[in-house]
């Protein structure tokens, strides 16, 4: 149980385009989702907080008319990486808080993954 | 400042031999949870153990074991018989509070071989 979706998992896409990242929760209902971006051999950077039915909440230095994060249901977020250039290249990878029978755990179940090339 | 600091870029060990890799953290919160992850070559994450701020025993999950020295603000993973299948990149984690809508903060992480 506990499984988030992302989807797609690679995508490779022109500059100038811009891109759409879904992100699920499958057997459970998440009011908070995480976004992360991790460059290659770097660990994963914070880019935003996806809360349902409010607008999102990003770190310093992300910038929220480029990656426009929208958490429209209970188990569905989407990252849309606007007008993406090659610096964008990166793998995403989104999460959220599985139900735990150990509730000071908060774990948090990530997705696979979506890596993004942009030509 | 770092909240993660995880100072061993690599690692690597024989079969069935046992591993630490460190991991220190910084905060001031007295509630906070650590994590472990492992990330393999394809991307995704795997938590792996988790350990409470407040709690009196050291966790652990089958071969994994967290060495969970409060004073020293030391969270170190300990696998125990190494397996082929151990060897990728591992990442301490921090959420500070107790709440599930706080994210993690990540160190940036150990590549951790293991040989046959």
């Known amino acids: 149980g506990a499984v988030v979706s992302q989807h797609p998992s690679w995508v490779i896409c022109k500059s100038g385009t811009s891109v759409k990242i879904e992100c699920r929760s499958l057997?459970?209902?998440?009011?908070?989702m995480f976004w992360y971006r991790q460059f290659p051999k770097q660990s994963l950077m914070l880019m935003a907080t996806s809360n349902e039915g409010s607008k999102a909440t990003y770190e310093q230095g992300v910038e929220k008319d480029k990656f426009l994060i929208n958490h429209a249901s209970l188990t569905l977020s989407t990252l849309t990486v606007t007008s993406a250039h090659p610096e964008d290249s990166s793998f995403y990878i989104c999460?959220?808080?599985?139900?735990?029978?150990?509730?000071?755990?908060?774990?948090?179940?990530f997705g696979a993954g979506s890596r993004l090339t942009v030509l | 400042a770092q909240k993660i600091t995880q100072t061993q870029p690599g690692m690597f060990v024989q079969e069935k031999e046992a591993v630490t890799l460190d991991c220190t953290y910084d905060t001031s919160d007295p509630s906070y949870g650590l994590f472990w992850y492992k990330q393999p070559s394809s991307g995704e994450m795997i938590f792996l153990i988790y350990q409470g701020s407040y709690d009196q025993q050291n966790a652990t999950e089958g071969r994994y074991s967290l060495n969970f020295q409060k004073a020293r603000k030391s969270a170190n993973l300990v696998i125990s018989a190494s397996q082929l299948g151990d060897s990728a990149m591992y990442f301490c984690?921090?959420?500070?509070?107790?709440?599930?809508?706080?994210?993690?903060?990540f160190g940036k992480g150990t590549r951790f071989s293991v040989i046959a």
């Open positions: 999460s959220a808080r599985r139900p735990s029978p150990f509730s000071g755990a908060n774990v948090l179940t």
């Open positions: 057997d459970f209902q998440a009011t908070t």
């Open positions: 984690a921090m959420r500070e509070g107790n709440s599930g809508n706080t994210p993690l903060v």
